[in-house]
């Protein structure tokens, strides 16, 4: 199975600032990578499909980077609404395994 | 609008067998992939398997293979989960999801509860 290691596991940031999550691979999962915001009580909601493409209603200030084993969400002008945990997950091959998560929190 | 709604869940004894449905409304199912995630309380998501548009090709995680099953039924657009010898580390929020550039719609999730 692919090992997905996602940093931090906690992050507290102040409104308007940018934060960056990772996530490593435990192989090339070239760029078949999605992240995931989860509010508390609800469903996962996806982000961002194939490293960098925004979901449909996505806002603008997430945005996805990577390749290879190396990939990370970025979140530009924190908003309150950002406070969320956030999990990565590939879909290179079967298992598609999720990072552990990052838990969100505004200071 | 894209609606999947699962349904099933509750209490269920150790050892016990229990099956899930997720009816899909909004889109043209048969169309898709389908898929399910678990999430036991407080912790982070499980990908638990996957079923193709004509069931010929169900993938699984390996240590669930053996307990649970994963089929659907294309003229009633649901999807399901069949669970067997459960046990409390089953114990979560179970989600169904389609499958489309990852998982691009999500069920509210229902509670499995494995308990005496």
């Known amino acids: 199975d692919i090992q997905m290691t996602q940093s931090p596991a906690s992050l507290s940031a102040s409104l308007g600032e940018t934060v960056t999550i990772e996530c490593l691979a435990s192989?090339?999962?070239?760029?078949?990578l999605g992240w995931y915001q989860q509010k508390p009580g609800k469903s996962p909601q996806l982000l961002i499909y194939y490293a960098n493409s925004l979901n449909d209603g996505v806002p603008s200030r997430f945005s996805g980077s990577g390749s290879g084993t190396q990939y990370s969400l970025k979140i530009n002008s924190l908003q309150s609404e950002d406070v969320s945990i956030y999990f990565c997950q590939q879909n290179y091959d079967s298992p598609f395994t999720f990072g552990s998560g990052t838990k969100l929190e505004i200071k | 609008e894209v609606k999947l709604v699962e349904s099933g869940g509750g209490l269920v004894q150790p050892g016990r067998s229990l099956k899930l449905s997720c009816a899909a409304s909004g889109f043209s199912f048969n169309d898709y992939w389908m898929g399910w995630v678990r999430q036991a309380p407080g912790k982070g998501l499980e990908w638990i398997g996957e079923?193709?548009?004509?069931?010929?090709?169900?993938n699984y995680t390996p240590s669930l293979k053996d307990k649970f099953t994963i089929s659907r039924d294309n003229a009633q657009n649901t999807l399901y989960l069949q669970m067997s010898k459960l046990g409390s580390e089953d114990t979560a929020i179970y989600y169904c999801?389609?499958?489309?550039?990852?998982?691009?719609?999500w069920g509210q999730g229902v509670m499995v509860t494995v308990s005496s």
């Open positions: 192989e090339d999962i070239y760029s078949n």
């Open positions: 079923i193709n548009q004509d069931s010929s090709t169900i």
């Open positions: 999801a389609r499958t489309y550039n990852n998982f691009d719609y």
